[in-house]
């Protein structure tokens, strides 16, 4: 069964996925949304990739050298043994800034014997829209695309050219390298440099993961998250990615496939409030530079999305061209939703803005500017609150009172209370005070379904909805509430299938939502824990953990028929919420721990 076995590698300014066979099936250069150079992702016939290739007598294995983005794929045939460390470089200069180039390595170790492998490389550039060219040079293979848009690679390598050209054997005694890169190389790559470039990026892994807390479980889960969470954003401007894919369908043959290469400011949000928790603040500080950069003007009102460089325009348009993962149509690039009203959005950011200002007080830099974005996000919840919305979901039909978009209202007025205490801005507390007493009212009168038993979807609606799971996470109830208990209850009736959570069940633009939207199944676990069911919490963790591909890597959904990975890959929601789940079991322990000692 295909499982999206994949891993990522990256510089936090692209990234590339790499088959379980060591096959690069997907890269963009020289920047995450850049058109691709491998796509055979999304068309296995005509999308390029990049191949090593061997016979049927070797078994591969594949892993990450741990706490790094170095993925190492192992050949063996007994006698005859290599590994393909593949990496994006990514270390600190002398100079102190990053040396993050748009290229990868892919370190060939020669351990035993005389292995013997062929070269596929088939780079299509521009989302293999024209035709593209490799032509052999003296120093390197250029290839290049000049109708439509022109465009060039360069691949540097010590093995012999035409043979990787021609994708004829080659009888590996001694290590050696391939490199692509976007740019031509000013100094001449060699075996030794690129060996020390692995050093070099293994170093900035492992003193980047040693600032991870340790913790007495899923330790290595959390790890591998919040690597991948790093691998996700983007240094240039500090957005963080949904994705690094586009068109990956929600379920296969169907037409729910979207790009996601873009920053969410909800999912970016909640990614930047595990990663500070986890201890690595650089991350929350770009990101908050992000938003003040594109919030220009007070009181502005913010786009639920943006371009990784801050671009408020995101066309959507279809390739055509290409057949779609499994032949599932249509491929997207650019992502319609950047145009809807979601008004959840601000209460999601101050909660970051609240934590942010918390754990650094008044020494965080940019503090006066986010007293005056906290200003204006309080005055357009003011204007907007009662507003009907397209919700967390992305509905492109009509408007709703969405109870999650209600709720991340008040937590915005709540947040921004605790914001002006912290500031000293007693003035505006009252004012503020009165209308998140409002909003909740609002709530707690109009969000509830008696009949259901449950807060629903919306108001007057009968539909559940997995999202307000988080009303309790986000403090507007109580896990102890029993509104609250029963609504958990309900959920898990109706929206539960072995413990894989629909969204929701109600037919939405494109009919009844058929995979589990996997961030909803780690909400679920998280609610099961806070309402004391912990037993019952952690079987559920350790049956969804066990969905993951071999590296531990999650999707946006799963199957719930045969568990296989499905939609954009590796997705930030759940991995930011895998972590939340690990954490929790992992205090618990420590506490258990403490109290024994004591008794």
């Known amino acids: 069964m295909d499982n999206l076995d994949y891993g990522i590698i990256g510089n936090c300014h692209s990234a590339a996925l790499i088959s379980k066979t060591g096959s690069?099936?997907?890269?963009?250069?020289?920047?995450?949304?850049?058109?691709?150079?491998?796509?055979?992702?999304?068309?296995?016939?005509i999308g390029g990739s990049f191949e090593i290739l061997v016979s049927d007598e070797y078994t591969i294995q594949q892993r990450y050298t741990t706490?790094?983005?170095?993925?190492?794929?192992?050949?063996?045939?007994?006698?005859?043994?290599?590994?393909?460390?593949?990496?994006?470089?990514?270390?600190?200069?002398?100079?102190?800034?990053?040396?993050?180039?748009?290229?990868?390595?892919?370190?060939?170790?020669?351990?035993?014997?005389?292995?013997?492998f062929t070269i596929k490389y088939d780079p299509k550039l521009g989302y293999a829209q024209n035709e593209t060219k490799s032509h052999i040079k003296p120093d390197f293979i250029a290839s290049l695309t000049k109708n439509g848009k022109f465009d060039t690679t360069f691949l540097y390598t010590s093995f012999d050219k035409r043979s990787v050209m021609e994708g004829l054997p080659i009888i590996l005694r001694e290590d050696g390298y391939f490199l692509l890169a976007y740019h031509?190389?000013?100094?001449?790559?060699?075996?030794?440099?690129?060996?020390?470039?692995?050093?070099?990026?293994?170093?900035?892994?492992?003193?980047?993961?040693?600032?991870?807390?340790?913790?007495?479980?899923?330790?290595?889960?959390?790890?591998?998250?919040?690597?991948?969470?790093?691998?996700?954003?983007?240094?240039?401007?500090?957005?963080?990615?949904?994705?690094?894919?586009?068109?990956?369908?929600?379920?296969?043959?169907?037409?729910?496939?979207?790009?996601?290469?873009?920053?969410?400011?909800?999912?970016?949000?909640?990614?930047?409030?595990?990663?500070?928790?986890?201890?690595?603040?650089?991350?929350?500080?770009?990101?908050?530079?992000?938003?003040?950069?594109?919030?220009?003007?007070?009181?502005?009102?913010?786009?639920?999305?943006?371009?990784?460089?801050?671009?408020?325009?995101?066309?959507?348009?279809?390739?055509?061209?290409?057949s779609g993962y499994m032949n599932s149509k249509p491929v997207r690039v650019g992502n319609a939703a950047y145009l809807q009203k979601q008004n959840d959005i601000y209460g999601i950011l101050m909660d970051v803005i609240y934590q942010q200002l918390e754990k650094f007080s008044t020494d965080i830099e940019n503090g006066e500017e986010l007293w005056t974005i906290t200003k204006g996000i309080v005055w357009i919840v003011s204007q907007t609150w009662r507003d009907p919305d397209k919700g967390i979901w992305e509905f492109r039909t009509e408007d709703q009172h969405?109870?999650?978009?209600?709720?991340?209202?008040?937590?915005?007025?709540?947040?921004?209370?605790?914001?002006?205490?912290?500031?000293?801005?007693?003035?505006?507390?009252?004012?503020?005070?009165?209308?998140?007493?409002?909003?909740?009212?609002?709530?707690?009168?109009?969000?509830?379904?008696?009949?259901?038993?449950?807060?629903?979807?919306?108001?007057?609606?009968?539909?559940?909805?997995?999202?307000?799971?988080?009303?309790?996470?986000?403090?507007?109830?109580?896990?102890?509430?029993?509104?609250?208990?029963?609504?958990?209850?309900?959920?898990?009736?109706?929206?539960?299938?072995?413990?894989?959570?629909?969204?929701?069940?109600?037919?939405?633009?494109?009919?009844?939502?058929?995979?589990?939207?996997?961030?909803?199944?780690?909400?679920?676990?998280?609610s099961l824990f806070k309402i004391g069911e912990r037993k019952k919490a952690q079987e559920v963790f350790e049956r969804l953990l066990s969905y993951s591909n071999h590296l531990?890597?999650?999707?946006?959904?799963?199957?719930?028929?045969?568990?296989r990975l499905l939609g954009n890959f590796p997705q930030a929601y759940s991995h930011l919420a895998l972590i939340e789940c690990a954490i929790n079991f992992s205090r618990i322990d420590s506490e258990q721990k403490i109290w024994e000692s004591m008794n």
């Open 402 to 526: 969405f109870t999650f978009s209600k709720v991340l209202c008040w937590t915005a007025l709540n947040r921004a209370i605790k914001v002006a205490q912290i500031l000293g801005k007693k003035h505006k507390i009252e004012k503020w005070k009165h209308l998140e007493a409002e909003i909740w009212n609002d709530i707690y009168d109009n969000a509830w379904n008696e009949r259901v038993g449950a807060y629903t979807q919306s108001y007057g609606s009968d539909h559940l909805d997995a999202s307000v799971l988080l009303m309790e996470a986000y403090g507007c109830v109580d896990a102890k509430d029993e509104r609250y208990i029963k609504t958990v209850k309900a959920i898990e009736r109706e929206l539960s299938n072995d413990g894989l959570l629909y969204r929701y069940k109600n037919r939405d633009d494109f009919g009844l939502p058929s995979s589990s939207f996997t961030v909803c199944s780690f909400w679920f676990v998280n």
């Open 67 to 116: 706490d790094t983005a170095i993925l190492k794929t192992k050949f063996s045939n007994g006698d005859d043994v290599f590994e393909i460390h593949d990496f994006m470089p990514r270390y600190y200069k002398q100079n102190g800034k990053y040396h993050s180039p748009p290229e990868i390595i892919r370190y060939v170790r020669h351990i035993s014997g005389k292995p013997v």
């Open 184 to 322: 031509e190389k000013i100094f001449m790559p060699s075996t030794r440099r690129s060996y020390l470039d692995l050093e070099r990026t293994k170093v900035y892994w492992l003193n980047w993961s040693n600032k991870t807390p340790n913790y007495n479980k899923y330790n290595a889960q959390i790890a591998r998250s919040a690597i991948t969470l790093k691998l996700l954003s983007y240094d240039r401007s500090g957005a963080v990615l949904a994705a690094a894919t586009t068109s990956l369908p929600e379920t296969i043959g169907e037409v729910r496939n979207w790009d996601y290469r873009f920053c969410w400011i909800r999912d970016a949000s909640m990614v930047i409030k595990v990663v500070s928790e986890l201890g690595h603040e650089n991350m929350a500080r770009r990101y908050l530079k992000f938003i003040i950069d594109i919030i220009p003007h007070k009181g502005e009102k913010m786009q639920i999305m943006y371009g990784i460089n801050g671009e408020k325009r995101l066309t959507e348009e279809t390739l055509e061209h290409l």
């Open 552 to 563: 531990g890597l999650f999707s946006e959904d799963i199957d719930f028929r045969t568990k």
């Open 24 to 45: 690069i099936d997907w890269c963009c250069l020289p920047e995450f949304d850049s058109a691709s150079v491998f796509a055979k992702l999304l068309d296995k016939d």
